[in-house]
């Protein structure tokens, strides 16, 4: 059988792409050579997530007494059986939100390894090794890489031969370890190091750049890390491991010189695309410097049936983006449409607490790119929301061209900078200047409220103002 789309992966990227086929009422086939949903559902944001919720309520029942006549405590965390649930939250999902919607949808899901033979006719085609056994042959009019990414772990003297946890395995131990180090500050070194911190863990993060979230602004790094030392957590930042060993049952590492101990190392610094086996070579599809398959602004590679989305593609490595990649693919692929995705005010969200959240461009970015602009800070203790909630920890950045006032970039850290960001992403797609926004209707007592605040803050001095004043 002749499919219109082969989807090698299964992940949010292979899905979109397939019920958007499904959709059209075109044929598909899906090749998956792992554990159906992709990173996602099984390692990633849902995993993570749900771990670092849970210890969210144990670190608010330990600090409740932040308020006058509350107390709360937390016992000592079973953290097996949190693992436990956990494993059964990803298996409910992984089932209702991919295997089940493949069967809903009319698509098969082909367990094994996919690797391109030579083309034959004038085509390329899959030949499937079966996860069972024996073999398959996939023909399409058209192919989808969404194969997505793993953790890549940096060349440390030791490493390998040590042993390390990836954000993958950390999420699949059975046991809390006394002490963790985290290399990597970057989201997932940020997130993993606050969870176990919250858990009871003691934890030190070493990131070699010269602060925590180095992509984002400074100010956000520092607001972090001003965190993270209220939690005990230890942060080194520019610094480097150059060496890690085990030695009496303990992880011993070498930073900028000085010998630390650890029951457990993690390291954090960042994912590479999955590629390894697919034989891209003989459809002519090129692969980048990182490995990423390389592709045009339609997602389409060199080889004009075949395609790439998510992870592997290079892009931004967020579940969302891949799905819009995914959608995309299929109407490029299926009907010719040639749509691309504009990325500048694409979101990105850091899930600590309080969260970082950012839109746009930063100072610095802006700088490289000639762009003339001003900048203001507004601290969360002039926002109302965050002193009622009695937590003044973080900040509201916004970056706007000088001239004219538009705003180019929003960093957000606060509780709640996720949803907050949602409205920046709205001004920065729409040129909203930032009289627009100071003027812009917001509910009072919330904390998307402080984006309006910083906003005025270009024009007027908001700790002047009373507590609902606009």
């Given at each position: 059988?002749?499919?219109?789309?082969?989807?090698?992966?299964?992940?949010?990227?292979?899905?979109?792409?397939?019920?958007?086929?499904?959709?059209?009422?075109?044929?598909?086939?899906?090749?998956?050579?792992?554990?159906?949903?992709?990173?996602?559902?099984?390692?990633?944001?849902?995993?993570?997530?749900?771990?670092?919720?849970?210890?969210?309520?144990?670190?608010?029942?330990?600090?409740?007494?932040?308020?006058?006549?509350?107390?709360?405590?937390?016992?000592?965390?079973?953290?097996?059986?949190?693992?436990?649930?956990?494993?059964?939250?990803?298996?409910?999902?992984?089932?209702?939100?991919?295997?089940?919607?493949?069967?809903?949808?009319?698509?098969?899901?082909?367990?094994?390894?996919?690797?391109?033979?030579?083309?034959?006719?004038?085509?390329?085609?899959?030949?499937?090794?079966?996860?069972?056994?024996?073999?398959?042959?996939?023909?399409?009019?058209?192919?989808?890489?969404?194969?997505?990414?793993?953790?890549?772990a940096p060349p440390i003297d030791g490493l390998a031969d040590a042993g390390y946890l990836t954000s993958t395995t950390a999420?699949?131990?059975?046991?809390?370890?006394?002490?963790?180090?985290?290399?990597?500050?970057?989201?997932?070194g940020l997130e993993q190091a606050q969870l176990f911190a919250r858990l009871g863990v003691r934890v030190t993060v070493v990131e070699m750049m010269d602060h925590l979230a180095p992509n984002e602004e400074p100010e956000a790094g520092a607001a972090i890390a001003d965190v993270f030392a209220d939690e005990g957590i230890e942060a080194r930042t520019a610094a480097t491991v150059t060496e890690i060993r085990r030695a009496d049952g303990h992880v011993v590492a070498t930073v900028d010189g000085e010998e630390l101990r650890f029951d457990e190392v993690l390291v954090a610094t960042g994912r590479r695309p999955v590629t390894d086996g697919l034989n891209l070579e003989a459809v002519g599809v090129a692969t980048g410097e990182r490995g990423e398959v390389v592709v045009d602004a339609h997602l389409r590679t060199a080889?004009?049936?075949?395609?790439?989305?998510?992870?592997?593609?290079?892009?931004?490595?967020?579940?969302?983006?891949?799905?819009?990649?995914?959608?995309?693919?299929?109407?490029?692929?299926?009907?010719?449409?040639?749509?691309?995705?504009?990325?500048?005010?694409?979101?990105?969200?850091?899930?600590?607490?309080?969260?970082?959240?950012?839109?746009?461009?930063?100072?610095?970015?802006?700088?490289?790119?000639?762009?003339?602009?001003?900048?203001?800070?507004l601290g969360l203790e002039n926002v109302p929301r965050a002193i009622v909630n009695r937590d003044t920890r973080g900040l509201i950045k916004i970056v706007a061209e000088r001239d004219s006032g538009r705003v180019l970039g929003v960093t957000v850290v606060a509780e709640g900078a996720g949803d907050v960001i949602a409205t920046a992403v709205y001004a920065v797609q729409e040129g909203m200047t930032v009289d627009q926004v100071a003027r812009t209707w917001c509910p009072y007592l919330t904390m998307a409220e402080g984006f309006k605040l910083a906003a005025q803050t270009f024009t007027r001095d908001v700790a002047k103002l009373s507590c609902c004043a606009s």
């Open positions: 059988m002749m499919f219109d789309l082969a989807v090698i992966g299964s992940g949010g990227a292979a899905f979109a792409a397939a019920i958007a086929a499904r959709r059209k009422d075109r044929s598909v086939v899906m090749v998956e050579r792992s554990t159906v949903g992709g990173t996602c559902v099984n390692t990633g944001c849902v995993p993570s997530k749900a771990l670092l919720a849970a210890a969210e309520a144990r670190h608010v029942a330990m600090e409740a007494g932040r308020f006058p006549g509350i107390r709360a405590d937390a016992e000592d965390v079973d953290f097996a059986e949190l693992i436990g649930g956990k494993n059964a939250l990803v298996d409910d999902m992984r089932s209702g939100k991919y295997v089940d919607l493949a069967k809903e949808y009319g698509f098969d899901i082909v367990a094994g390894q996919a690797r391109f033979a030579d083309e034959v006719g004038g085509g390329p085609v899959l030949d499937v090794e079966l996860t069972e056994g024996g073999a398959r042959r996939v023909e399409a009019a058209h192919y989808l890489i969404a194969t997505g990414s793993a953790p890549w999420m699949e131990l059975t046991e809390l370890p006394g002490s963790l180090l985290v290399v990597g500050g970057n989201y997932i080889n004009p049936r075949v395609w790439a989305a998510g992870d592997v593609a290079g892009q931004a490595q967020f579940v969302y983006v891949a799905g819009a990649q995914g959608a995309m693919v299929a109407d490029n692929a299926l009907d010719g449409a040639e749509r691309t995705l504009d990325y500048s005010p694409l979101p990105r969200v850091t899930f600590t607490s309080p969260a970082i959240a950012a839109v746009g461009l930063t100072d610095a970015q802006a700088g490289r790119q000639g762009v003339d602009c001003e900048c203001r800070v």
